[in-house]
């Protein structure tokens, strides 16, 4: 079990605790599958429910927040019946925009490991307006289940009633959607490859400034971000936060980080290379590599 398990891996269940140890093993980032899902309700005898609540405490350890030390896990069902954990981050020195909300580390996590459809957000605290806009922005949003401790369960369109979001502005393709936008350059260069991937999967419906962040650590291993818009605009997720939190899951520090990329589209209507030049300088050396690319028509 990872060390950093240790403390809240007590404020489990023993019997949740126990059949959990062994998925918290050196390569667990806060994804537990369908199967595994169904192993541990076994095991411990809870109800799904019951079982998404008790495990906020392993996603709150996820967390990194220098400014508030205020630690929030969330927890996001996709359709598959896959859970992912997420946690919030925030950068320190740098202005509070750049926070990541539980919520949105979650979500963004399912998204980046392929999942087309959240139905259930499982949180330690109630999600604040931010993340509820944030939420609205998904595949069939309002009816998005948001369970928290010891209240009753109720959709996102209890908490967020006579929304405005992306049908609003005549989008009919919400976030999480299959979509991919071709992005055209040629490179051999593994990181912008996977950059560019990941860029052409963004979801820049507003702006149309498409855009992805690629982190190296000193051993290879690479994490990404992709750029996540918002109806209301302010909750958008820039793609270095994205990339952040993902490091952040895996249990890596800033300190490893030995090679950073942002690739965006040159025909959106705004740059994000200020924003990510500005997140990253708050926690890392390693000079920005910025790349321009056209999408195809």
């Known amino acids: 079990m990872q060390d950093r398990f240790v403390k809240s891996i007590t404020q489990l269940p023993e019997s949740l605790a126990t059949a959990l140890i062994p998925m918290l093993n050196k390569d667990f980032a806060g994804h537990i599958d369908a199967q595994q899902l169904s192993e541990l309700k076994a095991a411990s005898g809870l109800g799904e429910s019951e079982l998404l609540l008790a495990l906020l405490p392993i996603a709150a350890t996820l967390a990194n927040p220098p400014i508030s030390e205020f630690y929030v896990g969330a ?47 499982i949180v330690n605290y109630s999600p604040c307006g931010h993340c509820r806009q944030f939420m609205n922005e998904l595949v069939q949003g309002q009816k998005i289940q948001i369970h928290l401790p010891e209240q009753d369960t109720h959709p996102l369109s209890h908490y967020l009633p006579y929304a405005f979001g992306p ?25 912008v490859i996977e950059g560019l991937d990941h860029a052409s999967l963004s979801y820049a419906p507003y702006t149309k400034s498409f855009a992805a962040v690629v982190l190296e650590t000193k051993d290879g291993e690479t994490y990404c971000g992709r750029y996540a818009e918002s109806a209301a605009f302010n909750p958008s997720m820039m793609p270095m936060q994205m990339a952040f939190s993902c490091l952040a899951r895996h249990n890596r520090e800033y300190n490893e980080i030995n090679r950073a990329i942002l690739i965006e589209s040159g025909k959106g209507q705004i740059s994000l290379v200020g924003s990510t030049l500005n997140a990253l300088r708050s926690v890392s050396d390693v000079e920005l590599e910025h790349i321009v690319v056209d999408p195809t028509e």
């Open 167 to 191: 049908t609003d502005l005549n989008v009919t393709s919400p976030l999480l959607t299959k979509q991919q936008t071709e992005l055209e350059m040629e490179s051999d260069d593994p990181m």
């Open 75 to 121: 927890i996001a069902k996709g359709k598959s019946g896959d859970i992912y954990m997420g946690a919030n981050l925030e950068l320190p020195g740098e202005s509070l925009n750049h926070s990541v909300h539980a919520e949105q580390s979650a979500i963004s996590h399912a998204w980046l490991s392929g999942e087309q459809q959240i139905v259930d957000i």
